[in-house]
């Protein structure tokens, strides 16, 4: 290109005898050119007029969109766009590979995405590996049908925790509660069965509205 951007000459010249159909294939060359069609991975793009039924390079991971101007790269035998060069709005922009199936990998020594806004991740299955995870934020709220937490030892620190649910199913091989302050509980009906229950406290105050029984083959007293 010269000083102007205009096309030289030469690469204007090749991309005539790469891409006008009467002439067929002949050379190579680069030049600018502007998305006149996109149909999944086919691309049309005008060039000096002339239509280039393109393909993308593999180089080209921004989505062509109708009306980008691309740089395209004509050889004898087919077109590539090999980037996005300008949009007219400079509006949203997807990442994505030619081949819809192929997988893509983000290796570096270190990853970071930051949002202005919202940061939103979506799949259908997810899955992250890391020995350590560090989550911090004003506000965490998880949303699922189904969740499990599995671990050697799970550790929860807050200033007051609350659980609300239809049923609360607890099951360990031994159990160790420790308050220091007042344990409130408020239940409407309570059925303890054990093989040794033992109480021990300083005073014990027993109040029923109506009766006490005590139903026992001895019950002994002092």
């Not at 007219?88 to 030619?98: E, F, I, N, V």
């Not at 969740?147 to 807050?158: C, F, K, R, Y």
Request: with cysteine.
């Amino acid at each position: 290109m010269t000083n102007d951007g205009a096309l030289t000459d030469m690469t204007r010249t090749t991309m005539f005898a790469v891409a006008s159909p009467a002439n067929g294939p002949t050379s190579a060359g680069l030049a600018p050119g502007v998305v006149t069609e996109a149909v999944g991975q086919r691309l049309v793009v005008a060039v000096d007029g002339v239509r280039c039924v393109s393909a993308r390079a593999v180089s080209c991971i921004v989505e062509p969109r109708i009306g980008d101007e691309v740089l395209v790269f004509a050889q004898p035998g087919a077109c590539h766009v090999l980037a996005v060069l300008t949009r007219r709005d400079l509006g949203d922009a997807t990442l994505s590979l030619p081949d819809p199936s192929a997988a893509m990998i983000l290796q570096a020594h270190s990853v970071k995405l930051e949002a202005k806004a919202r940061l939103d991740l979506a799949a259908p299955e997810m899955a992250v590996t890391t020995r350590r995870l560090h989550i911090v934020t004003d506000v965490l709220t998880q949303i699922a049908r189904l969740a499990s937490v599995i671990g050697e030892t799970l550790t929860t620190a807050v200033g007051r925790q609350s659980t609300i649910a239809h049923r609360i199913d607890v099951k360990a091989q031994d159990r160790n509660t420790t308050v220091s302050g007042l344990d409130n509980e408020r239940v409407g009906t309570r059925v303890t069965q054990s093989e040794l229950s033992t109480a021990s406290a300083a005073i014990v105050t027993v109040h029923a509205r109506d009766d006490i029984r005590l139903d026992a083959k001895r019950v002994t007293i002092g």
